[in-house]
């Protein structure tokens, strides 16, 4: 085989062969294609699409091109992946729940990525956290703990690190197969023994339309429970933030107020009912609803908050933060409420606005590499349907210099629609696939 003949197929319009696509896999993690190679492939499949087969083919062998990891517990091991969102610290609470109801979650998360917040970027704004620990300690503390949120090693999917990096350049990202091998290729190589896919829509959502996401979600649970690992997608409404703060400190307060018992609102309903498909499919659970019961029970007791409290201690971060943590996140030098110019009903919150106004205020990343400032953000957005009067908040900017709150107060006020009839929010669980 060769790198030529395979696109050659693709140039005219033929899907490559399940064995092509390992060959190619393997040969983007090894350096025998080029980077322009590997964008014409990346085109390619673009232009022509996978089928069913090709699909799994190309994502059980970007997934082989590195480590899998192989567990001997004495429970099932879970995990639960998100498309992205604006405010969505699912995870964070998701994880250590799961983990008090007897799973053991190897969560390896990512960074932030355009307008959405990143799981380890959140985590490592809690002092001392380091999210890039080795297999070793990672083993540990899943064995120790129930849980681990970490960074993937370079060994981890290493085809899809190089395929992705290209994507980037060569406008391939929006592929449905390329999309579906990236997510899957890495998951799977935790070691799975079921999973279950938080597929945003909506304002917030890199898919804005439901089709987008049916057939995202679809495509992804097609594939995994045909690479054998169990999966469910739930389809979640992101046309609002789904905590009411943006940034990787402030949402590290709303994790805290929920595992806490201050706040049981939106987050608490996603974990429920992601979670819940999960205890049921792994057999924790007798049925969805049961699980999703036993999800809120352990937030409600504390025993989510204890894991998390665990896990945050073995990662470097202080050992009472639970019991203290207000005093050891971060917190902006300027703190400012944003009002409203008008009456009316909050009736649309372009979530992406909102994100890309907390990334120009430094609470994410332009290009790989920037450093991003964990203490500024915006919070206290308020929730579609409300009233608010003229002069009434919208919400609080959380920043470093004047001139910085002043343009993240103008792209809050673009970004909330004011009218004078109601609006009725959308449901916030849209639908289950797979």
């Known amino acids: 085989m060769s790198a030529r ?11 490559p062969t399940r064995e092509e696509l390992v060959w190619f896999a393997a040969a983007l993690a090894d350096g025998r294609v080029s980077d322009a190679q590997a964008g014409a ?12 087969v090709g699909r799994v083919a190309l994502t059980l062998a970007m997934r082989d091109s590195g480590r899998v990891f192989s567990w001997n517990l004495d429970g099932p091991v879970l995990d639960k992946h998100s498309t992205g969102g604006v405010g969505d610290c699912v995870s964070l609470v998701l994880a250590p729940a799961l983990a008090a109801c007897g799973a053991y979650v190897p969560m390896i998360s990512g960074r932030g990525l355009g307008h959405t917040g990143g799981t380890l970027d959140k985590i490592e704004a809690i002092p001392g956290v380091n999210s890039q620990v080795d297999e070793a300690k990672f083993r540990q503390i899943v064995m120790q703990v129930g849980c681990a949120i970490v960074g993937a090693t370079d060994d981890i ?3 899809d690190k190089r395929l992705y990096a290209v994507r980037d350049v060569s406008s391939t990202v929006d592929s449905l197969d390329l999309i579906t091998a990236s997510i899957l290729s890495k998951k799977l190589a935790a070691g799975l023994d079921g ?11 890199f898919m804005k339309d439901l089709g987008q996401a049916r057939a995202l979600a679809t495509a992804l649970t097609k594939t995994a429970n045909a690479s054998s690992c169990r999966t469910t997608a739930i389809i979640s409404d992101m046309s609002q933030p789904l905590v009411p703060s943006l940034g990787n400190g402030l949402e590290i ?4 107020r929920v595992l806490t018992g201050q706040v049981i609102g939106p987050v608490v309903s996603v974990c429920a009912a992601l979670g819940g498909v999960l205890l049921a499919n792994a057999g924790l659970a007798g049925d969805v609803q049961t699980g999703a019961d036993a999800i809120v029970g352990a937030i409600r007791s504390g025993r989510a908050a204890e894991k998390f409290g665990h896990m945050v201690a073995e990662m470097g971060g202080p050992p009472q933060f639970v019991e203290n943590w207000s005093r050891f996140l971060p917190e902006a030098t300027i703190i400012g409420e944003v009002r409203s110019s008008a009456n009316g009903y909050v009736t649309a919150i372009d979530g992406e606005a909102l994100g890309l106004a907390v990334v120009a205020l430094g609470g994410g990343r332009v290009i790989e590499g920037d450093q991003i400032n964990t203490a500024v953000g915006i919070s206290d957005v308020v929730r579609l349907g409300a009233h608010v009067s003229r002069r009434a908040p919208l919400a609080v900017v959380h920043a470093v210099r004047n001139a910085d709150a002043e343009k ?7 970004a909330i629609t004011i009218s004078p009839e109601p609006v009725t929010p959308p449901d916030l669980i849209v639908e289950r696939v797979g």
């Open 5 to 15: 003949v395979i696109l050659a197929k693709l140039r005219h319009r033929q899907s």
């Open 41 to 52: 492939f990346a085109m390619g499949v673009c232009q022509v699409g996978l089928s069913d």
């Open 157 to 159: 999917a290493p085809a």
């Open 195 to 205: 999973l279950v896919l938080d597929v945003k829509v909506g304002s917030g959502a």
């Open 253 to 256: 307060a709303e994790v805290m």
């Open 408 to 414: 993240a107060a103008q792209a809050i006020r673009a």
